[in-house]
């Protein structure tokens, strides 16, 4: 009995993993295309090349390793299909690039927005998004290659251990955890603290009169009207918003996989599905997360969506059928040489706006 209640608890949690697993590979796929859509459409976007480059990555990563974690993941993961050893190879090196080039490219478009807002009048400090994204690529590149020199999967009878954390880099685990996270987080850190620490300044900074304005009065009432309110807000906590989303959302889904990276194989096997799927939705959350939250990326989301949907037709205005308009029409002097302001004829003040409409529309 006990063990039927274990196997039913165990297939329960299966089915659940499963089915949220299904969510964040729907979430990622949509999101991610509807905001590349986006950006492509949108050619005065700043950080454009950025941000469709963590799309681009996201949607490799959404069409390819997160399909395997879905089918062929190790008990107690998700699924029960076994890889050879070719297409093993193969996941391990898409895992350990892609996964780097999502956290690179996501350090970069931080960097890039930290160098815009903190430096706007230095275009020159900046390096060209095409380089940077060639390093980031450069980068993940060597680090997948690392996993070709990790142990070849085992015979059938073991488990293939194709993916990162169940041994697939061997010795370079800690050496791939270190620049694909460790590096990555501090790049963020540096980016997002900078953009609040200014952010900050600009917001506790006092406001500048405005020119021609009149000065205070020294009266009681304008002395009580200056007094700070009885629950004063925290200075700059709009302007925390944004590096607190960012940098949280960072560390909530990459910290536990790169702490599992650092951990002994055999312990990071057994928690191997529950982390990576933690890892894998950080691709879902970023199109909401450095898409939607953007304002110039939710304008250009309205703009795009009130071209595609079809507008409201025209009303007439209900003033233009009123039966005195029409009247007034129908008795419109033709056009000929001008008459005099006694001839002309008189206009009711009420209807003296109103735009007359065409005989045929009319009729």
Known sequence: ??????????????????????????????????????????????????????????????????????????????????????????????????LPACTLGVAALGLARYRLIVHPLRPGSRPPPVLVLTAVWAAAGLLGALSLLGPPPAPPPAPARCSVLAGGLGPFRPLWALLAFALPALLLLRAYGGIFVVARRAALRPPRPARGSRLRSDSLDSRLSILPPLRPRLPGGKAALAPALAVGQFAACWLPYGCACLAPAARAAEAEAAVTWVAYSAFAAHPFLYGLLQRPVRLAVGRLTRRALPGPPRACTPQAWHPRALLRCLQRPPEGPTVGPSEAPEQTPNLAGVRCPSMPGAT
């Open 1 to 98: 009995m006990a063990n039927s209640t274990g196997l039913n608890t165990s297939e329960v949690a299966g089915s659940m993993g499963l089915i949220l697993a299904a969510v964040v590979e729907v979430g990622a796929l949509l999101g991610n295309g509807a905001l590349l859509v986006v950006v492509l459409r949108t050619p005065g976007l700043r950080d454009a090349l950025y941000l469709a480059h963590l799309c681009v990555v996201d949607l490799l990563a959404a069409a390819s390793i997160m399909p395997l974690g879905l089918l062929a993941a190790p008990p107690p993961g998700l699924g029960r299909v076994r890889l050879g050893p070719a297409p093993c190879r193969a996941a391990r090196f898409l895992s350990a690039a892609l």
